[in-house]
């Protein structure tokens, strides 16, 4: 094919990809307007969006200093960000922070962290909406968090002259960037004065396709974050009564394919505890889990209850806990495992030096690949599996201790990207005082 048909074709596929982009943009909050007739988030995701132009120009008029945005997508996304956000107001206070989430289970989990001075839905994308809000919101930079690519507000950012990065990145080949009619999604990444890669696999990535924006291997403001959570003094008295020298199984972010397997390991070793922590906790779904295990307590009875050891399990029916719980667990297990999305963060458990279990779906999760291949993490896929993991772990208990010391030196020495961002911020484009 000769290169001007060749550059027609590229030419072409891109056109064609943003329209498909532009009809998506219509076509998925007609979709969520149905939806959230009975669906909750969906209705969140509406209801939080109205008159939103109005209360954010009303919070930005409201203080002063300059704005940086973040922007998430949803809750594991903040917790990337998090570290960021901590560190810029710590080191420089007179900056705002603005953060935007896109679902519904990122704002509703975090609208009150105090670490931002404004937190907002994000308006959806396009030509009208990215422009008033950018006009609006007039941020010194933009960061945007692992996956987040939105064509409309990186353009406004990019015809300003703001500078927007993206942090914690990560990708794979069977991305839409890099796929042959993938050219239109790659020209979001271009607009990008800097990305910041989690892995040496995904700088491969952006090394071997032809994105144009400046990108280096940094790695994962997560581990920043969990070995700081990690570190800090907690104490819960009535789940230290409950654990009581027992050997304990801590679930979290559990799935109904990840509680099934905890049941059958339950049934299978009676002296085992479990503290579990649902990612769904819903009076519903709590009232399931009771019934499925034994001698349960919701932690928000158990911590009025004058004898926490007489049970067995503890379903925790609140959030916010989770990343400190996995201090009390003998195994750690993360659910999320069986679901396309993939499991949830393994980190948190490593981070206090713990053998972590989770289903099979695990193939975009770097960490959980290292962990494997370290013998520090396991993936079961079957209750039959993992109940015999699980058996083989407890009954080595001095291979047990060099596995937790291993687990916690690897998350310690994979910290530093935190560090990395704030230094290129202040020193190559923000120039922050």
């Not at 008029?61 to 998090?82: D, K, M, V, Y």
């Not at 935007?100 to 030509?127: C, H, Q, V, W």
């Not at 945007?144 to 500078?163: C, D």
Request: net charge positive.
């Amino acid at each position: 094919m000769k290169p001007l048909a060749v550059f027609g074709l590229a030419l072409s596929n891109r056109f064609r990809m943003r329209f498909f982009y532009d009809i998506f943009l219509f076509l998925y909050p007609l979709g969520l307007r149905l939806a959230a007739i009975r669906n909750k988030k969906a209705k969140q995701w509406i209801s939080g969006r109205k008159d939103l132009k109005n209360r954010l120009k009303e919070a930005v008029e409201n203080g002063t200093g300059p704005i940086i945005w973040f922007h998430c997508a949803s809750l594991g996304e903040f917790e990337q960000g998090r570290p960021v956000i901590e560190a810029i107001k710590q080191r420089h206070p007179t900056y705002r922070i603005l953060l935007t989430f896109f679902s519904p289970s990122g704002y509703e989990t975090r609208k009150n962290y105090t670490g931002a001075d404004m937190i907002f839905y994000l308006p959806m994308d396009g030509p009208r909406n990215s422009n008033v809000f950018i006009a609006t919101v007039q941020p010194v930079a933009a960061v945007f968090i692992k996956y987040e690519t939105w064509h409309y507000y990186l353009t406004a950012l990019h015809e300003r002259g703001i500078p927007a990065l993206l942090i914690a990145a990560i990708f794979f080949k069977e991305q839409s960037y890099f796929r042959p009619w993938g050219g239109f999604m790659r020209s979001m990444l271009n607009r990008f004065a800097h990305i910041f890669t989690q892995d040496e696999s995904s700088y491969a990535m952006l090394n071997s396709s032809d994105v144009t924006a400046p990108y280096s291997l940094c790695g994962d403001t997560r581990y920043d974050r969990v070995a700081q959570v990690a570190s800090e003094s907690f104490h819960h008295p009535a789940l230290e009564s409950f654990c009581r020298a027992a050997d304990t199984v801590v679930a979290g972010s559990t799935w109904k394919e990840d509680e099934a397997q905890l049941s059958a390991l339950a049934q299978r070793m009676p002296t085992l505890k479990f503290i579990i922590a649902p990612h769904e906790i819903g009076r519903e779904h709590i009232e399931r889990l009771t019934a499925q295990f034994e001698n349960s307590i919701c932690l928000s009875e158990l911590e009025h209850h004058d004898h926490p050891s007489q049970f067995r399990t503890v379903i925790i029916d609140c959030i916010g806990l989770l990343s400190k719980l996995y201090r009390y667990a003998t195994l750690a297990y993360v659910g999320g495992g069986f679901n396309a999305s993939g499991i949830h963060n393994i980190l948190e458990a490593s981070a206090y030096g713990r053998v972590v279990v989770f289903g099979p779906q695990y193939s975009i999760s770097n960490e959980a690949k290292l962990l494997i291949a370290k013998e520090l993490a396991y993936s079961c896929s079957k209750p039959h599996d993992f109940i015999s993991r699980v058996e083989a772990i407890l009954s080595n208990r001095s291979e047990l201790e060099n596995k937790n010391t291993a687990a916690h030196a690897f998350v310690m020495q994979n910290r530093g990207a935190t560090e990395a961002i704030l230094a290129f911020m202040e020193n190559k484009y923000f120039y922050i005082s």
